[in-house]
């Protein structure tokens, strides 16, 4: 990632809105199309819900820090925190031609996000997990 603008909050999701304004903004400054940032902001709302919701234990004050920067016209988002080890695309995609009723519960999130960006990218390093997302504007 070039040089990123950075913006740490509590994981609480009180903070969303605080998240979105910061994802608009560098978007907007670099162009980006209403479907772009609506694609992004959507992808960081799901990604955002689910640190503050499963992350951390109950009781533990957890974080969230957004890395995010555009480089040759590629938009990069990097949402790290140092709840409990997951990744969320060991998970299969979810069968979508199935009715609600049959299919599994979970997974429709992450899947939505990885048909939306461009990449997706997980890792988990020095104690964090690290989703980055790309999307071209």
């Given at each position: ?64 820090e957004i890395r ?19 990744d969320p695309l ?32 997980y890792e988990y ?13």
């Amino acid at each position: 990632m070039a040089e990123a603008k950075v913006l740490k909050v509590p994981a609480k999701l009180e903070k969303l809105d605080e998240i979105l304004d910061f994802a608009g903004s560098l978007l907007e400054a670099n162009g980006a199309s209403v479907q772009v940032c609506t694609q992004v902001r959507m992808a960081l709302e799901e990604l955002y819900a689910n640190v503050t919701l499963y992350a951390y234990p109950k009781g533990e004050d957890g974080w969230v820090e957004i890395r995010a920067d555009v480089t040759d016209g590629v938009a990069a988002f990097q949402i790290i925190d140092a709840g409990k080890p997951f990744d969320p695309l060991a998970k299969p995609d979810p069968d979508i031609l199935l009715s609600g009723e049959e299919r599994a519960i979970g997974g429709l999130g992450i899947y939505m996000v990885k048909t939306m960006m461009d990449e997706v990218e997980y890792e988990y390093s020095g104690g964090c997990n690290r989703l980055t997302l790309r999307k071209k504007i």
